[in-house]
């Protein structure tokens, strides 16, 4: 999607490019090394820079949230079918044994995984081999914590505060759910929501930090047990894809694998250009 940001942003020209932000992010080292208050000027030019990519980020958003709402209901509708029959058809998803996926939000306009959740859950009780455990998350506080809890039915989910379905903490014997963060296995795959990305892996989230947040934790548990990375595949209307350099990066920021659009898989990651030859 080419957004024509001298129109439609004309009090936003400060976007930058990724080689950009480098240059400025070099400048900003090689500068403040020479001042006898280094550690002082250092602190405020991070701060300054933050804050430029923040009102970048926000000004994006808005952006998209429009090309959103104003997407048609029955292109949405069969970009939902196409990107949930790409996954069901794809090698990685059938091979995964274990994955984290989100629930769609209707009210965020988030792409709709009803059909995946729909096929993992009913392989429980039809085919041992085509099993999977699903996680899937649960907001616990404002505070960017988020769970991955177990589910093995649509009866364990619950609408929060905010209309939205999530785990119920206890199972229906009382027993906790379990915590993929404190699962004794690995899952193999993530399958994550976002506002916007583009194909060099960027992911532009709305704001509250969850994601970026659990995958850092994820990817830490990981290293930490010597288990293989999963693969973060992030699914998108063809509305939210924005040409490279155009979502700016902080340090928390997480890059995906690979991308699911109405057109196909779109492998960015060695791992996902592995898996997706």
């Not at 004309?10 to 240059?23: E, G, M, Q, V």
């Not at 989910?157 to 119920?168: C, K, Q, T, V």
Request: aromatic residues 6%; neutral net charge; glycine residues 4%.
């Amino acid at each position: 999607m080419t957004i024509p940001w001298a129109v439609t942003l004309s009090t936003c020209r400060f976007f930058l490019t990724r080689s950009a932000i480098l240059r400025r992010q070099t400048s900003l080292c090689s500068t403040t090394a020479t001042m006898s208050t280094a550690g002082e000027q250092n602190f405020t030019s991070d701060t300054a820079h933050l804050d430029t990519i923040f009102k970048q980020k926000k000004a994006l958003r808005l952006v998209v949230k429009r090309d959103l709402k104003s997407m048609d209901a029955t292109l949405r509708s069969q970009e939902d079918e196409a990107i949930q029959r790409i996954v069901l058809e794809a090698p990685w998803f059938k091979a995964c044994k274990g994955l984290c996926a989100y629930i769609r939000c209707s009210a965020l306009r988030e792409v709709d995984t009803s059909r995946i959740l729909s096929h993992i859950l009913r392989s429980h009780s039809e085919d041992l081999q085509m099993r999977k455990k699903i996680f899937v998350p649960r907001v616990e506080d404002r505070n960017r914590n988020m769970r991955m809890l177990n589910i093995s039915s649509t009866e364990d989910l619950i609408a929060n505060s905010m209309d939205i379905l999530e785990p119920a903490p206890l199972d229906a014997d009382g027993n906790e759910r379990e915590d993929v963060l404190f699962a004794n296995e690995p899952v193999d795959l993530l399958i994550l929501p976002g506002l916007a990305f583009d194909k060099a892996g960027r992911r532009l989230g709305r704001g509250g930090g969850y994601y970026d947040t659990f995958l850092s934790r994820y990817q830490e548990l990981a290293e930490k047990r010597n288990w293989k990375q999963p693969l973060k595949i992030a699914l998108s209307y063809s509305v939210q894809i924005v040409d490279e350099g155009t979502i700016p990066l902080t340090p928390n920021d997480v890059l995906v694998d690979a991308l699911v659009s109405p057109s196909g898989v779109i492998p960015i990651s060695e791992a996902a250009l592995e898996i997706c030859r």
